[in-house]
């Protein structure tokens, strides 16, 4: 059974930092490109990084970019964000998926994303 799940969230001060997890389990990770993405209240699904399973490389969106990390641990099956420099903005809910990190570069990434996580809560507040 595929299987993404999500954890490390919490709240935290402005400034701070938080490393996120995504653990995979049905299938082995370092195999297939994962993407983290936020969701805010009210707010569409939003594409923040991907790593690709193929040849390494990484996209990072411009909100985040020299911010946040992706990065994986194939002992560990296991693939993780860490956030620095985090700001009141970054209060949502964050999700893993499995899809190709191409789709970062379209409109609607979540759209080729599947194997969904349940998602960490960030609060980034003071």
């Given at each position: 059974q595929v299987q993404l799940v999500e954890s490390g969230g919490g709240l935290v001060q402005p400034g701070g930092?938080?490393?996120?997890?995504?653990?995979?389990?049905?299938?082995?990770?370092?195999?297939?490109?994962?993407?983290?993405?936020?969701?805010?209240?009210?707010?569409e699904r939003e594409g923040l990084s991907c790593l690709?399973?193929?040849?390494?490389?990484?996209y990072y969106a411009d909100s985040v970019k020299g911010r946040f990390t992706i990065s994986r641990d194939n002992a560990k099956n296991t693939v993780y964000l860490q956030m620095n420099s985090l700001k009141p903005?970054?209060?949502?809910?964050?999700?893993?998926?499995?899809?190709?990190?191409?789709?970062?570069?379209?409109?609607?990434?979540?759209?080729?994303?599947?194997?969904w996580?349940?998602?960490?809560?960030?609060?980034?507040?003071?």
């Open positions: 930092s938080l490393r996120l997890s995504c653990a995979a389990s049905g299938f082995t990770l370092e195999n297939y490109a994962i993407g983290w993405f936020r969701q805010a209240p009210g707010k690709s399973g193929s040849d390494g490389s990484t903005d970054d209060t949502a809910v964050y999700y893993c998926g499995v899809g190709p990190c191409w789709s970062y570069y379209s409109d609607a990434p979540t759209l080729q994303f599947t194997s996580g349940q998602g960490t809560q960030v609060t980034v507040s003071s």
